[in-house]
């Protein structure tokens, strides 16, 4: 039985340059480590777990055989969401930091405040705040407008 609890799922990710991610996603995104596995052979972090509030982003070096990073992949096809006091402001920081915005924010039709970032290791962030609540039948019907106007994903 494990010492810590776990959400029901907590995403992997590889990175190049483990201990420097661990840095970024703490003081950029402001994560906590809860702890690191060192291989005592080559020295790199083999698994790392950060902590975003009550949720678990768990992450390693690349070992290609086992995982690859989205450099080495060519991308990504996943983006994690965040939800932050200040979404402008976090990815002010995050720019600052060596990310790259993909995604202005902006006010979004579900109510919250929204833009994307691809940090420096490859892996894309929503980053928001609410500003809203938005029932999902309302949601529908912002979304059904905004199509009827201009058929471009607006995320």
């Not at 070096?61 to 932050?84: C, H």
């Not at 402008?88 to 060596?98: L, N, V, Y």
């Amino acid at each position: 039985m494990s010492t810590f609890n776990y959400p029901r799922l907590s995403p992997t990710i590889a990175v190049h340059n483990a201990p420097v991610a661990i840095e970024f996603y703490q003081s950029v995104l402001g994560a906590s480590e809860r702890y690191r596995l060192v291989d005592s052979a080559s020295g790199q972090i083999v698994h790392a777990e950060l902590l975003f509030g009550d949720s678990v982003l768990m992450l390693c070096e690349e070992m290609p055989e086992w995982n690859k990073t989205p450099q080495t992949l060519g991308g990504t096809t996943a983006r994690f969401s965040l939800i932050v006091e200040n979404a402008d402001e976090t990815i002010a920081r995050a720019i600052a930091a060596g990310a790259t915005e993909t995604m202005p924010a902006t006010d979004q039709f579900y109510g919250f405040r929204s833009g994307n970032i691809r940090d420096p290791f490859g892996h894309e962030w929503m980053i928001q705040h609410p500003v809203e609540k938005v029932s999902p039948e309302e949601m529908q019907k912002r979304w059904d407008g905004m199509f009827a106007q201009s058929p471009e994903c607006p995320n």
